[in-house]
């Protein structure tokens, strides 16, 4: 098999020229001198990439001609941050999971933030692609976001996001113990002068906004809470908790003082949606911060 080299190529990959279409795992196993099972790990880990995108579909069609880079250690190394993990990379979008303190696009003159991060990885795996923002966390929220990687798929999503997803939870430590198991809250949402988001149980011109808990873990000071979005608006469960009395921990805006792990206790964990290019059900979770569990 034909092995190339290309300029400015990290050397932890190596690099070869498809000879002969074939779908790729097989491909692989035939003509790379590694193990099936690393193949398929490295698949797996998201350390092949074909003309320069990274694929991870086992019967992804090879066509003579391509570029293929494998990683030597079975995973994706272009990207690394400690503000986000990278879960998942097609042609048309990005699934990562951000840490607590990172905004999610630009603000102001601060630089720190995800757009300009996953950005610089398109730039450094020579992807002529930007992230697009599509929705966004808190700075000190965690969890799992959506980027796009072009203008067409950032508007399919924006202008359809309440359709194409499904299902999208967060889990938040609260001060206190929550005294129902299930349960709703519903109101209108809307920002003041400060703009402090306040809410109301009737119309006063903001946007309406429902969410529904379940109340998983209890102790004495705390509990552990999940929540399912019915609308994404601003701010929302931090006030709804607030308008239940349980305030999220760590929240210095609407919160009562309880800080017992110094961070907003707030992490997106849960994420599913149709794929706006290829219709599939795309369905990401993370685990419960290890952080949080300890309280309980």
């Not at 840490?99 to 991060?117: Q, Y």
């Not at 930007?130 to 799992?144: E, F, I, K, M, Q």
């Not at 976001?145 to 996001?161: C, F, R, S």
Request: glycine share 6%.
């Amino acid at each position: 098999m034909k092995k190339t080299y290309y300029n400015n190529q990290p050397s932890d990959y190596t690099y070869h020229e498809v000879e002969y279409d074939a779908p790729l795992l097989e491909y692989l196993v035939k003509n790379i001198k590694m193990s099936r099972n690393k193949l398929k790990d490295t698949l797996q880990g998201r350390g092949i990439r074909v003309g320069g995108k990274t694929v991870t579909q086992f019967d992804f069609p090879l066509k003579r001609g391509m570029k293929l880079a494998i990683s030597k250690s079975k995973r994706n190394n272009l990207f690394k941050s400690k503000w986000l993990k990278l879960i998942y990379e097609d042609d048309f979008l990005v699934v990562i999971e951000k840490m607590p303190g990172i905004l999610s696009m630009a603000a102001g003159h601060s630089s720190l933030n995800v757009k300009t991060i996953l950005d610089d990885y398109f730039h450094r795996s020579r992807q002529k692609c930007r992230a697009h923002t599509v929705h966004r966390l808190d700075r000190d929220t965690s969890g799992l976001m959506v980027y796009a990687k072009d203008m067409e798929t950032e508007q399919i999503l924006e202008h359809n996001w309440h359709d194409i997803v499904y299902d999208r939870r967060y889990v938040a430590v609260v001060a206190g113990e929550m005294e129902d198991d299930d349960g709703t809250i519903a109101n209108w949402l809307k920002d003041n002068r400060a703009y402090v988001t306040y809410s109301s149980p009737v119309d006063n011109g903001g946007k309406y906004a429902v969410t529904h808990f379940h109340t998983l873990k209890r102790a004495t000071d705390y509990s552990l809470v999940e929540y399912k979005l019915e609308t994404g608006r601003k701010n929302q469960i931090r006030v709804h908790s607030a308008d239940m009395g349980h305030p999220v921990c760590g929240d210095v805006k609407y919160g009562n003082g309880s800080d017992p792990l110094h961070r907003l206790c707030l992490h997106a964990y849960m994420l599913h949606f149709t794929h706006p290019v290829t219709q599939e059900p795309m369905e990401f979770s993370t685990p419960i911060p290890v952080q949080f569990r300890k309280l309980f």
